[in-house]
C-alpha cells in the first residue's frame, strides 16, 4: 500500500542520514522541500535532527525554521514538531530542549507542551536523558519542582523516568538517586510527589 512504502521510505532516510555520506543530507532536503503531505516533511525533519553531521548543522537550523513558520499555527503539529528535537540523538539535545523552553511555540504552564518537549526527552530520547554527567536528571529534578508548585499529578506523573533508579548501576544510580533526594528536600513538596518520591526511596532500604 502507499502508506507501507512511505513508511519505508522514510524509514530508510532516517537509516542514511545516520551515516557518514553527507551527500544524504541532500536527499532529506529534497523531501522536506518537495513534500506534499506533512507525514513525509516530518520523516525528512526527523532524519536531519537526528543526523550527527557538523555540516548539517544550519541545515537542521533552518529546516526546523522553516516548519515552524509554516504550521505554528496548528498547536497539534507544533507539539510534534518540539517532541522531534527532544527525541533528537545529537549530543547537544538537552541544551535544544533547555532553549525550546524559552521559545515562543513553549508554555511551560501547558501540560501538553510539558509533555511534548520535556516528557518526551526524559521518557523517550534514553541515549540523552541517561547520558553519564547526569544533567538530564537533575533537569527532570528542577522541572518537577517547579510543575509541583501549580500541577501536583502533572509534577508526579513526568517523574517517573527517575523511580526506576534501581534498575541502574555506577554514576547514573548515583545520579538518578540525588535527583530523587533534590526532589524530597522541596520543602513545598505536595503529597502526591512525596508519596512517589518516598515509595520510590523506600524500596533501597529494604
Known amino acids: 500500500s502507499q502508506i507501507a512504502l512511505r513508511s519505508l521510505k522514510n524509514l530508510s532516510l532516517a537509516m542514511l542520514l545516520r551515516g557518514v555520506d553527507e551527500k544524504n543530507i541532500l536527499l532529506a532536503v529534497n523531501q522536506f522541500d518537495n513534500a506534499n503531505n506533512m507525514t513525509d516533511q516530518l520523516s525528512a525533519l526527523s532524519a536531519l535532527v537526528n543526523c550527527s553531521l557538523p555540516s548539517a548543522e544550519n541545515i537542521i537550523s533552518e529546516k526546523l525554521e522553516s516548519f515552524y513558520a509554516q504550521w505554528s499555527h496548528e498547536s497539534l503539529v507544533v507539539n510534534k514538531w518540539l517532541s522531534l528535537q527532544a527525541m533528537s540523538e545529537r549530543p547537544n539535545a538537552l541544551s535544544k530542549v533547555k532553549a525550546l523552553k524559552n521559545h515562543e511555540a513553549y508554555n ?12 518526551v526527552f526524559c521518557n523517550q530520547n534514553i541515549s540523552q ?13 528542577k522541572e518537577v519542582i517547579r510543575l509541583d508548585s501549580f500541577n501536583s499529578q502533572l509534577a508526579s506523573r513526568i517523574m517517573t523516568p527517575l523511580t526506576k533508579w534501581q534498575r541502574f ?10 535527583a530523587l533526594m533534590l526532589i524530597s528536600g522541596n520543602e513545598n513538596i505536595s503529597p502526591d510527589v512525596y508519596e512517589i518520591v518516598s515509595k520510590s526511596l523506600i524500596v533501597e532500604n529494604e
Open 108 to 119: 511551560d504552564t501547558n501540560p501538553n507542551k510539558i509533555r511534548a518537549l520535556v516528557g
Open 129 to 141: 536523558f541517561h547520558s553519564a554527567n547526569g544533567e538530564g536528571y537533575l533537569f527532570l529534578a
Open 169 to 178: 548501576s555506577g554514576q547514573n544510580r548515583e545520579a538518578m538517586y540525588n
